[in-house]
């Protein structure tokens, strides 16, 4: 049977209410890689405007991603755009990745971590700082390059616990 809802997941009524705000706001898919190679998806990022541009995000301790971070000192970080649902899922753990994570997709290799190729938004970050905080990492970089492309695909975001687009 296919289900349209995730059967494991905590059922609404028992989640604690801070769980249910954080689900109230939509938020942005994005995918962070680094050398090793590594990768997750990352939906609790911001992105601080300055000179130099900042990031901070959330990510899981026990990943992958997070020991790569830690000994490159290195990760990129790509907006999802709609039709990447299912290469979200894979890395989140959620859907196979049979040969490995990056085996499904086509990766150009750059100084912060594999990128997928094409034309693509992309930013190369230098880890300043993590600890713990929650359940998660807090890291904290520092936006060293930005790559944007020619035009914008329409962004993949996360409400209540499913992927939405934000038409443009």
Known sequence: MIHNTDPF???EQDRRPVRRLRGRL???VTLW???GPAGLT???VLIVDGEPGRVIGLIDEESDLWPAI???RRFTITPLAA???LLADRFAGLAPAPGGLFAQDEWVDTDYGPVLAGDRTWAGCVFDAGRGYGWGVLVEGTIEQVTLAAGDAEPLAYHRGRYRTVPQ
């Open 83 to 85: 039709g990447q649902r």
């Open 70 to 72: 830690k000994a490159t």
């Open 26 to 28: 939509v938020t942005p």
């Open 9 to 11: 997941a905590t059922p």
């Open 33 to 35: 890689t680094a050398p």
């Open 42 to 44: 990352v939906s609790s």
